[in-house]
């Protein structure tokens, strides 16, 4: 079982930024074709956020097109998200994926998942 460990959340004010940093332990990120960052608010589904594939596309949500970055590092094992111009309705709890890309379907298939860090943006 791959472990991935997420870190970076925190409170910030509206309009700051956070880095957030997944790490995928004993070499796993190399098992997947495709990693990303989804998020959950109270009260709603887990939604994707951003994902990046080997060869594929950099996949972000509408809401948060030009405010966040995904981005990875194989070497490190670590994917990295980049937050800017935050806002309240960005506050949820993010979780790190990994799994597959499937090109035919433009879908993602996440196998493993972060126990999730807490973001929350006041206004």
């Known amino acids: 079982q791959v472990q991935l460990v997420e870190s970076g959340g925190g409170l910030v004010e509206a309009g700051g930024s956070l880095r957030l940093s997944c790490v995928a332990l004993?070499?796993?990120?190399?098992?997947?074709?495709?990693m990303g960052w989804y998020r959950q608010a109270p009260g709603k589904q887990r939604e994707l956020v951003a994902a990046?594939?080997?060869?594929?596309?950099?996949t972000y949500a509408d809401s948060v097109k030009g405010r966040f970055t995904i981005a990875m590092n194989r070497a490190e094992a670590t994917v990295f998200l980049q937050m800017n111009s935050l806002k309240p309705e960005d506050t949820a709890v993010y979780y790190c994926?990994?799994?597959?890309?499937?090109?035919?379907?433009?879908?993602?298939?996440?196998?493993?998942w972060g126990k999730g860090t807490l973001v929350n943006v006041s206004s």
């Open positions: 990046i594939s080997n060869g594929g596309p950099t």
């Open positions: 004993s070499g796993g990120i190399f098992r997947f074709n495709a």
């Open positions: 994926g990994g799994g597959t890309y499937y090109r035919d379907r433009g879908s993602y298939d996440m196998a493993a």
